[in-house]
Structures are given as C-alpha cells and as structure tokens.
C-alpha cells in the first residue's frame, strides 16, 4: 500500500501535474485527472504540451453482455468547456469516470476513479523510483503507471486496459522537425516508436517506448488508421469496444499513434494490476543556451527507450520497495504535515528539466524552467545556495556542484563565475563575474558537505580553489579590500544587482565563509590562515551589530564608491546600477526576507552564532511583523505576482517600516519569493521561534492547493524553482539534526514537543530514530556513526 500524504478533489485538481521521471530525465506529468501532459522529456521544458494522441483506456464486458468503455480519467474542470471551436481540452470528447480524487505523497499519485455507471472502480498508480542516497537508482527515463481494477459487480468481468501515443519524435513544445516517424512491436509485450526522417544530430531526436508487464493477452497496433474527421480516433474506439483487442492498421503517417492493450478476467469483488511502463531516450541536449551539444548521461546507459524499460522491468519490484520504504519512514516522523509536504513536494525539481546530468556523470541546474526553455542558466550559484536537498538526500549531487564550482568555475585569482558555461573545457568561466553571495555561499557549501560525507580527498582537492575565493574578497576595490571583516565593495547578488556598501544579506553569508573556512583551515593544519579567517570573523561580527542593527532589524548602509574605476574587474553584471557613483535598485534601510541568510545556513552546517543572539531574534520579529501580510487585494506589486487575493499569506521580500525607501529599491522588493519564505523559515525554527516558522511554511502550502497552483511547482524566476528545495531545512532544523563523519557522532535535538520519532539523513545515508526508546534505523547507504545523543 503506498503511503498517502494529501488527497485533492473537486478543483483542487485543476492545477495538479506530478512530474514523474528521473533526475536528470526529464518528466511528463501526471494531471489532477488522470491525463498524461507537460511532455517535457525531449531536453527542454514543455509547459502545456502534448501529443495529439496520449490516453489510457478501459472496457469492460459482462457475462450479460453488457460493454462499458471509458477513458481512464475523470471529470474536466469547468474552466476548460469553453473555446473557439469547443473545449480545446486533452482527450476533450472521450467518456470519463464522474467522480475523482487524487491521493499523493511524492513521488508517489494515485487517482481514484468511480462511477455508477461502470462496474469498476480505477486507481490509476503512478510514481518513478526515488531513493535517497542512491542516484542511479533515482534516475531512470521511466514513467510507471499501474491501473488497479476492481470489480464491484456480482459476476466476473473481461476487462481490458489500452494505452495510446502519438509517436510525435522531432517535436517538442517549441520545435517541430517531425518527419518519416515509424513504430514497431516489441516483444513480449510493447511498442517502440522511432525515426528515420528526424536528423540524428538533433536535440528532438530519440526514441519512446510503451510496453505492460506480465501481459495476459496483450495486442497492439503500430498505427491507427489514417482517416479524416476524426475517424481515426473513431476507428480505434470501436475497434476496442468490440472485444477488447486491437487489430493492426496500416498507417503512412509521418507521426503514427502506437496503442498496447492487455485483456483480463477479474472476478467478482476481486482486484487486477495492469502495469504500464513508459520510457524514452533523447540523446541530444544542448549546453545552455549555446548551440553545441553536451548529452545526458541517462542515455549513455541505454541503447534507446526500450533498452531502458526492458533494464527497468526486473527492478521495478525491488525499487519500488525503496522508494516506498523512504517515503514511509519520513512520513513516520512526528513533522507537521506542512513541513513534510514542503520538503517532500519540493523533491520533485530534481526530476524536471530544472537539472540535467551530462555523460561525464556532473549535475547542472537552471534556476528553473520557463513554459518553453530554461530560465537562468549555469548552476547558478546564489539561488543554489538555498536549496539543502541535495546535500541530505543525494550527496553524490551536492559534491559534484561543489566540484564544478572550485574546481571548474573558479579562476587563478579566486574570482569563481557565478554562472558557468558548458561545455566546461571551453566555456567554464566564459560568464566571469562573482557574485557576493553565491561565492561565500558556496564556501559554507565546501564545510558542510566534507562535515556529511567526511570526504578529505574532495576537500583537499578543492581547498586550494576555495582559499583563492575567500582570498578574493581582499583585492583590491574587491569587497572587503581593506581587509576589516566588513563587506564594503560592489556586491552582485541574488536580487540581480549590486549592492554598494555594507548590508546584512551579504555581511551574514561572509561571516559564515569566514568561519567556515577557519574550520577548514584548521582540520588542514594550516593555523595562520584559520587565525586570518577569526580575526576578520570576530572584526565583521561586532562591526555588524553595532554599526547595521537600528534596534529592530540590520539595515544596508549605502556607499558608492567615487569612480567605477574604483570597482575590482569582475565584480559588476549588467543589470545593475548604470552609474555606480549614484546607485540606484539598493537594498538602504529595508527589513529584508533574508538579510541573516548567512547566519540560517550557519545554523544547519553547526559553524554556530554570527551574531549577537537577541539582535538576531529581534530581527526574525520584525520581519514577520513587518513583511508578513495577510491579504493582497490591496498590496501594490509592480513586478511579478505569486500571490494574490484577499485570502492568501505570505512574507513580502523587502518593507520599509521606518520610510526612507529609495526611490528605486532592488527590483523584487514587493514581490514574495517562497525559497525566500523557506529560508525564513528555517531561520526563525533555528533560534527558537518555531510556531513563527511552521505559521509560514503552512501559509505557502495553502497556496498551493491544486486549485490555484500545481502543489509539485513552487514557481520564482521559471517553474520548478531550486531555492525552494530550502524546504527541506526545515526538517533538518525541526529535529535538531547534527552529524560529523569524521567522528560519527549523530545528535537530535528535537524542536517539538512530543517529537518521538525523527528522519535524519546525511547524503550517504538515511533512516529513523526514535527518541524515546533510543532505536536508530538506517534504512538506506552507509555511515559511520560511533555515538547518538538526544537533547
């Protein structure tokens, strides 16, 4: 029985689209009604598109005689009866079940589908194997989708199950190169749907497959009849109707449909599982938004899509095992259900066209998707810094990111580009610009990740590189060229500007590199440099909260240097201020989401307090007093909406309680961000203001209802969006979740009252433990744990 976390009906499945693919694949959705959509698994992002044909269906006969065939999906939404021609809605004319509900607890969606006039019930099961800890087996090019029958009648039933596909091969929601497409059958049971008129070479070429497991009298087409007005559809719906097989057709189609159907007999009151398993294999992505080609690794592992369906097939039993077995065990825990549902739903990014893995075997990321393209290329890493999923569920991924940013991005003089370029041995510092945040974020990183997975020969590697990068903060006109423990210089950052002169938001994420670098530099046996590192620490600590903290939160301190020649090459991005002498889009004397950002992410890697410990709780107060509202309908937003109407929460970014705004403050200023929220979160958990932080987690998952947005999208510059996987710090900070690898010492300090049992994970391994009877499981991986303490 697959766990169940939320159950959607009514319109609360109108935005619902569970991605289900592997990390690095990509997806095609399963809708809040059972349609397959978002076919995003030819290397780019798909919102909204779909083969002309993708539908499963089902009849069933009685003893009577009596024959009930449906679409296995359940009713449209209301909002998609209307258009120029009728409903433009996928599959808009076939016969559905009445009533759905849709039940989840990622990566898992079941679909429950009744109706009084058909003599079955349907759970349309759909999941792709997620295993933390365990990449490979978390990536496979598949989708599974297992309809469960049952039969509410008094007498057997002869029911049947068909799926069918537009081979739509050379399109992919933006381009359409589809030519001279053709399907064969597969044995034992499937089709596979190629192309000889798609070019090779092209990044819609590739291959689908469709096949069902443990077949009981399976027949297929390879093409559907090619006849007008709509009697191909027509062709095939009768042909299944009249005794639930499918006979061949001949088709000339440049882009034939393929159908597998399985015939069974299902007794009174009895169940039957007709497994499906989609797969595909599009060899061809492009780096970033150049056009030379890098590949996906996926596909290096598989001839083409049924290569990879039949490796798939064996495993199927074992992975799904896992994949419940994780999902059980983090739904043990005694979380809030928001919490879970944040940092579970969140997951999901990791599957869609938001990452991708090229042969060599490293992991890139956009920020997010857009509808039909990546948003924001390079692994860009000030969003990255936020998300901690990887470095808990899938340290192979989080070490490869820091691989790249050290060891590929960073230059000779410490300046590491925020974005890099592919492919890497010619592109990797083409972007050549830092950004404050993300550079120190990425040495808080560096700690963190060799404190999880006690990896010295990673930190070795990439200690030299990461002592460059602080090292740059000292050139000079660079950030602190005067070496005080103080961030006065030119700052890039994450709002997509400079900021000039000191600020919170970039002074916190330098403290934090400072301190983790101390400890580096110590565990290497290089004191003076992690003397240099407390120095400039204990300096930047005491200026910063006696020079920035106004009594209720810290503020920005504006300095504009006197010439732009004064500025350190490398350090300014074109969005920013056209006049750095007379800055504009500055953060000034605003109470900012995110401004202890640095102190939150030192919380989590244990490089302990930044900062004096009640200015810190005092301005956790005052963001929620003063950025919280309750209520859009009269909230001015000049920028882009993510929440709205008089019944949503949110945090804002930035307010101005005291006046003084700037004329032109940072461009996101009145938007609300939810990886902004999640962090906040994370921060007001970490010092103690727990109620604080379960309030805002529990006010983004409302908005993400399914009516409103889809509960697997937390959206910021694209779809899919990384800062949101911030989510699962919450569970890390909830359970008071510590562990050093070199010593194995793992300790809880739960967060909640009644906290009895606790999921903890390190990257390389994962499982319970429970606090009261002090009995650890580890459920997946290995590691080193010598000692367990609680409180």
């Known amino acids: 029985m697959w766990p169940t976390l939320r159950t959607y009906a009514g319109r609360n499945l109108r ?24 076919w995003e698994i030819v290397n780019r992002p798909a919102k909204g598109f779909h083969p002309g044909t993708a539908f499963f269906a089902i009849r069933t006969a009685a003893t009577d005689g009596t024959v009930v065939t449906r679409a296995v999906e359940g009713p449209l939404d209301l909002s998609e009866y209307e258009g120029a021609h009728g409903s433009g809605a996928q599959n808009h004319g076939l016969p559905r079940f009445r009533e759905a509900t849709f039940a989840t607890a990622y990566p898992f969606g ?53 799926g069918s596909l537009q081979n739509f091969i050379g399109r992919d929601g933006t381009y359409d ?64 109707t009249a005794d639930g097989r499918l006979d061949e057709r001949a088709s000339e189609s440049p882009t034939p449909v393929a159908s597998v159907a399985d015939r069974r007999t299902v007794a009174a009151g009895e169940t039957e599982r007709f497994t499906f398993v989609l797969a595909w294999h599009f060899p061809n992505r492009r780096g970033w938004e150049n056009p030379e080609y890098v590949g996906n690794h996926y596909t290096t592992l598989y001839d083409d899509a049924w290569d990879a369906l039949r490796q798939f097939a064996p495993r199927l039993d074992s992975l799904e095992r896992r994949t419940v077995g994780f999902v059980d065990a983090f739904l043990s825990s005694d979380l809030p259900d928001e919490v879970k549902e944040a940092a579970l739903f969140n997951l999901s990014t990791l599957r869609t066209q938001t990452v991708f893995r090229t042969p060599d075997g490293r992991f890139f990321g956009w920020e997010g ?57 010619t592109k990797a510092r083409d ?21 999880l ?48 002169g000191p600020n919170p938001q970039m002074q916190s994420w330098y403290l934090a590199a400072l301190r983790a670098c101390e400890e580096l530099a110590t565990y290497l046996g290089d004191p003076d440099f992690a003397g240099v590192c407390r120095k400039l620490f204990e300096s930047g600590s005491a200026w910063m909260d006696s020079q920035l903290f106004n009594g209720e939160y810290y503020r920005h301190e504006i300095r504009p240097p006197a010439s732009a020649d004064d500025i350190a090459p490398g350090l300014r991005e074109r969005a920013g201020a056209p006049d750095p002498t007379h800055p504009v889009l500055q953060l000034g004397d605003g109470c900012l989401v995110d401004q202890l950002v640095g102190q939150h992410l030192a919380r989590i890697t244990q490089l302990g307090t930044l900062l004096d410990e009640e200015h810190v709780a005092t301005t956790l107060r005052s963001i929620v007093r003063y950025n919280g509202l309750s209520g859009f309908t009269g909230h001015f937003n000049h920028m882009r909406s993510y929440v709205l109407g008089a ?45 604080e932080g379960l309030k805002v987690i529990a006010d983004i998952r409302q908005r993400y209802d399914g009516e409103r947005r889809n509960p697997y999208d937390e959206a910021e510059c694209g779809h899919h969006y990384a800062r949101a996987m911030a989510s699962w710090g919450a569970v890390v900070q909830l359970t008071g979740f510590t562990y050093n690898a070199h010593t194995g010492a793992l300790h809880f300090t739960p967060r909640l009252p009644r906290m009895e049992t606790v999921f903890w994970s390190t990257g390389n391994a994962f499982g319970t433990f429970n606090t009261t009877t002090h009995h650890l499981t580890v459920l997946e991986g290995t590691t080193n744990i010598t000692s367990v303490t609680v409180g």
């Not at 972007?431 to 404190?451: E, H, I, P, S, T």
């Open 15 to 38: 935005r619902i689209a569970l991605p289900l693919g592997g990390i690095g694949t990509g997806t095609v959705s399963l809708g809040g009604r059972g349609n397959l959509r978002d």
């Open 110 to 162: 079941r679909l429950s589908l009744r109706d009084a006039d058909v003599p079955v019930e349907v759970e349309l099961e759909a999941f792709n194997p997620f295993v933390p800890t365990d990449v490979a087996a978390s990536s496979w090019p598949v989708a599974v989708l297992r309809f469960a029958v049952t039969n509410r009648s008094a007498s057997a039933l002869t029911v049947s199950l068909a």
């Open 177 to 240: 190169v589809a030519a001279g497409n053709y399907n064969t059958a597969v044995e034992p049971s499937g089709v596979l749907l190629r192309s000889r008129g798609v070019p090779a070479d092209a990044e819609q070429f590739g291959s689908i497959a469709l096949g069902v497991l443990d077949g009981v009298d399976v027949s297929r087409r390879t093409g559907w009849a090619d006849r007008t007005w709509g009697d191909s559809l027509l062709d095939f719906w009768d042909d299944f």
């Open 369 to 425: 998707c857009s509808d039909h393209e990546g948003s924001c290329f390079g692994s860009c890493t000030h969003v990255w810094n936020y998300e901690q999923a990887t470095p808990f569920l899938f340290g192979e991924i989080a070490r490869s990111l820091r691989e790249v940013e050290f060891a590929q991005a960073t230059d000779e003089n410490g300046l590491m580009s925020f974005r890099v370029g592919l492919p890497l041995a």
């Open 431 to 451: 972007w050549n610009v830092a950004a404050a945040d993300g550079q120190l974020g990425c040495l808080v990183k560096l700690f963190r990740d060799w404190r």
């Open 453 to 500: 997975s006690g990896d010295d020969e990673m930190l070795r590697s990439l200690w030299p590189a990461a002592r460059r990068a602080l090292e740059f903060c000292w050139i000079p006109g660079g950030w602190d060229a005067d070496r005080d423990g103080v961030m006065e210089g030119c700052q890039h950052n994450t709002m997509d500007v400079e900021y000039y």
């Open 647 to 691: 019944d949503e929460s949110a945090v804002l970014m930035c307010s101005y309680p005291r006046g003084n705004r700037p004329e032109r403050p940072f461009p996101y200023f009145t938007e609300v961000m939810t990886g902004f929220e999640h962090i906040l979160a994370v921060g007001l958990i970490s010092e103690g203001l727990v109620d």
